[in-house]
Structures are given as structure tokens and as C-alpha cells.
Nanobody, 126 residues
Framework: QVQLVESGGGLVQAGDSLRLSCAAS????????MGWFRQAPGKEREFVAR????????NYADSVKGRFTISRDSAKNTMYLQMNSLKPEDTAVYFC???????????????????WGQGTQVTVSS
């Protein structure tokens, strides 16, 4: 079984930065891509960013493009999300997810991902 554990969340002020990490552990760690999603209170979980594991191709939601950077360290089985110029609207629980194989669902859909972490809270005060 694969386990994903997020860390790095916290309470910051608008304009500050945070770096989230997602550490993967378990058997047969092999996937096509990993991604970050977030969920604010009363809202649906939404796509933030994705990175393909072998090629390192990245995709971002328009709302975070230019402010967030996704990366991965294959040797450590860890994915990161560097978040700069944080805004109050970035406040949410951030989840990491892993997609084992390329399937028919859009990478922006939660249905594309097979494994999920428990989430880490990010709160941005104004």
C-alpha cells in the first residue's frame, strides 16, 4: 500500500511564502504523475498543480500560475509545492495525490488520482 504524507502547512500573512512537502512510502512506488489539490471550507476540492514523475512536466491552475512551483525529488520519493505571494484566497487544506498510470481522466480531475494524503492546512491572513 502507498502512503502519502503532507507537511509544511501553517498560518502566514498575505505576501508570505510556504513550502509544502509530500513524502511517499510503501510498496512499488511507481506512478505517472503526482499533484496538489486544495479544498476550502464549503467548496469542492480543486486542482492546483501537477508534475509527471519521469519527465517533470508541470501544469498549474490559472489561479496559482506564476506564484506556485511544483517540483519532485525522485530519489527521496518526495514532491514539493513552493508557494509565494500567498493570498487569503489560498487558504485551504492542501492534499497531495498520486496517479499510477495515465488514464482517461483529466489531470485536473480528482478521479485521475489513485492515492491521497490526509492534507495539511494553509491559512493566509490579510
Amino acid at each position: 500500500q502507498v502512503q502519502l504524507v503532507e507537511s509544511g502547512g501553517g498560518l502566514v500573512q498575505a505576501g508570505d511564502s510556504l513550502r509544502l512537502s509530500c513524502a511517499a512510502s510503501g510498496r512499488a512506488l511507481s506512478w505517472y504523475a503526482m499533484g496538489w489539490f486544495r479544498q476550502a471550507p464549503g467548496k469542492e476540492r480543486e486542482f492546483v498543480a501537477r508534475i509527471t514523475w519521469s519527465g517533470g512536466r508541470t501544469n498549474y491552475a490559472d489561479s496559482v500560475k506564476g506564484r506556485f512551483t511544483i517540483s519532485r525529488d525522485s530519489a527521496k520519493n518526495t514532491m514539493y509545492l513552493q508557494m509565494n505571494s500567498l493570498k487569503p484566497e489560498d487558504t485551504a487544506v492542501y492534499f497531495c495525490a498520486a496517479d499510477r498510470v495515465l488514464g482517461g481522466n483529466s489531470y485536473m480531475s480528482i478521479r485521475a488520482y489513485d492515492y491521497w494524503g490526509q492534507g495539511t492546512q494553509v491559512t493566509v491572513s490579510s
